[in-house]
T-cell receptor, first 114, second 116 residues
Framework: GAGVSQTPSNKVTEKGKYVELRCDPISGHTALYWYRQSLGQGPEFLIYFQGTGAADDSGLPNDRFFAVRPEGSVSTLKIQRTERGDSAVYLC????????????FGPGTRLTVL | AQKITQTQPGMFVQEKEAVTLDCTYDTSDQSYGLFWYKQPSSGEMIFLIYQGSYDEQNATEGRYTLNFQKARKSANLVISASQLGDSAMYFCAMSSLSGGYNKLIFGAGTRLAVHP
């Protein structure tokens, strides 16, 4: 079956621009997570959705970052007024339920802010 | 706060031998989960193995064993009979189970190189 997909795979933008990163989770998975992985580091939690609602957004670095999941499937991570420090790989993961042990990760979107 | 420490930035092992990747954790939670993920050069995170804090037996999945020592707060990954395809980054992670979901906290990772 299809895994988690993320688009675009690469995004290059200029400082100050707005970007949207999309995640298509595995069909039927109610739990969806966003992580950010900077070069040479492990992924850092950003936000968790259970269904349509953001149950935990404690990892979002500031109010320039926002994420939605309006119909409980596809999610979009939105970054306003991008900064060079936002450059990283943004990973999306989904699981059947919130407590299901295995999170299935997508291939990530590599964001580069010039 | 939860924290994962992986002290080995890089490891190498000869093909067909076993290797242990170290992981220690810190948490005040009584109920938590420990995970290992593999990240090949393609970038995708691949789930390997899970251990719950109340599980008394070490978790095993094929060639992977999670060596869980609760008193030492240690969750080392043992890979037996290494293969060339095992060359990758390996991340240890944990989550608190009290929240009802697996918010993963990752370590910095260990790069494993398997030599023929």
């Amino acid at each position: 079956g299809a895994g988690v997909s993320q688009t675009p795979s690469n995004k290059v933008t200029e400082k100050g621009k707005y970007v949207e990163l999309r995640c298509d989770p595995i069909s039927g998975h109610t739990a969806l997570y966003w992580y950010r992985q900077s070069l040479g580091q492990g992924p850092e939690f950003l936000i968790y959705f259970q269904g349509t609602g953001a149950a935990d957004d404690s990892g979002l670095p500031n109010d320039r970052f926002f994420a939605v999941r309006p119909e409980g499937s596809v999610s979009t991570l939105k970054i306003q007024r991008t900064e060079r420090g936002d450059s990283a790989v943004y990973l999306c993961a989904s699981s059947l339920t919130g407590l299901n042990n295995e999170q299935f990760f997508g291939p990530g979107t590599r964001l580069t802010v010039l | 706060a939860q924290k994962i420490t992986q002290t080995q930035p890089g490891m190498f092992v000869q093909e067909k031998e076993a290797v242990t990747l170290d992981c220690t954790y810190d948490t005040s939670d009584q109920s938590y989960g420990l995970f290992w993920y593999k990240q090949p050069s393609s970038g995708e995170m691949i789930f390997l193995i899970y251990q719950g804090s109340y599980d008394e037996q070490n978790a095993t999945e094929g060639r992977y064993t999670l060596n869980f020592q609760k008193a030492r707060k240690s969750a080392n990954l043992v890979i037996s009979a290494s293969q060339l395809g095992d060359s990758a980054m390996y991340f240890c992670a944990m989550s608190s189970l009290s929240g009802g979901y697996n918010k993963l906290i990752f370590g910095a990772g260990t790069r494993l190189a398997v030599h023929p």
